[in-house]
């Protein structure tokens, strides 16, 4: 058995077989990402819509996406890839080299292009993809964006984090039984949170789902908390809609902004989605 070193789950894996992201197979003794340079998504997207509404607005960025997750929630926005394996979708190939060159012919377009976005599904389950992208794009001068649900150990993200310069982190609800419903480690989470906010540029996302997520006490904690460590750092009150195999009715609107009004309290920068 080889265990995975990426994120809490520490998958122990027999030759052959693949880890629970889908994404993370052990071949020939050690456990690599089958997503490797393998996208399902690929887009030149407004800055603002990963949502980073701080870190050079009004800019494009290269958003590339592939398949897999570490997480199992049950509302997922983007099930279609990331709860999908290699087998169940259709994919593409691209090189770190090929990738790198895109966004700087992309740069010199009238839209222009800061740098590439790992997002769309969670981009850190293909963690030698992105170093390897992140290198190349940092000697190109360009810049790195991770959107990701911060589920991932601190060995690796102390490697990878010099090679990024902004992160949108998903923190999906502030509770450790919250967690537990949608398949994460809420202390991993917390721990991946206060080693970046300070070291690359940092925002945070907050999906309200109604009845799981949505109790004021909660978010008030959650922006407490926050504010512990910077008061700066931006947070999105996002949402919630029907998808995958969640059919709780859509957050309602004034829910959100009662969210928001609570999370100002502390935070001086808290911005709604979805409304």
């Not at 456990?31 to 870190?55: C, M, Q, R, W």
Request: overall charge negative; hydrophobic content about 35%.
């Amino acid at each position: 058995m080889t265990r995975c070193p990426i994120c809490p789950r520490r998958c122990d894996l027999a030759e052959g077989q693949i880890g629970f992201c889908r994404a993370r197979q052990c071949l020939n003794g050690a456990v690599v990402p089958v997503n490797y340079g393998k996208f399902t998504s690929l887009a030149l997207d407004p800055i603002e819509k990963k949502p980073l509404y701080h870190f050079y607005p009004q800019h494009y960025i290269l958003s590339i996406g592939s398949f897999g997750c570490n997480l199992r929630c049950p509302f997922c926005q983007n099930f279609e890839i990331s709860m999908a394996g290699q087998n169940d979708v259709g994919h593409n190939n691209i090189t770190p080299e090929q990738l790198t060159d895109l966004a700087v012919k992309l740069s010199a377009e009238p839209q222009g292009n800061l740098g590439v976005a790992f997002t769309y599904n969670e981009p850190l389950i293909s963690y030698e993809f992105v170093r390897d992208c992140c290198v190349l794009l940092k000697q190109a001068s360009l810049k790195t964006v991770l959107v990701s649900n911060g589920h991932i150990n601190p060995e690796p993200l102390a490697e990878l984090l010099p090679l990024i310069d902004a992160m949108n982190i998903d923190l999906k609800g502030f509770s450790k039984a919250y967690y537990d419903y949608v398949g994460g480690d809420f202390e991993c989470v917390k721990n991946t949170i206060a080693t970046v906010y300070d070291k690359c540029h940092l925002e945070v996302t907050t999906l309200v789902v109604p009845t799981k997520n949505d109790d004021i006490a909660l978010m008030e904690a959650e922006a407490e908390w926050l504010a512990a460590l910077s008061p700066d750092i931006p947070l999105h009150i996002s949402r919630y809609f029907p998808r995958y195999k969640s059919d709780i009715a859509a957050t309602p609107v004034e829910t959100i902004y009662k969210l928001r009004d609570t999370a100002q309290k502390y935070l001086h920068h808290v911005h709604v989605g979805n409304c």
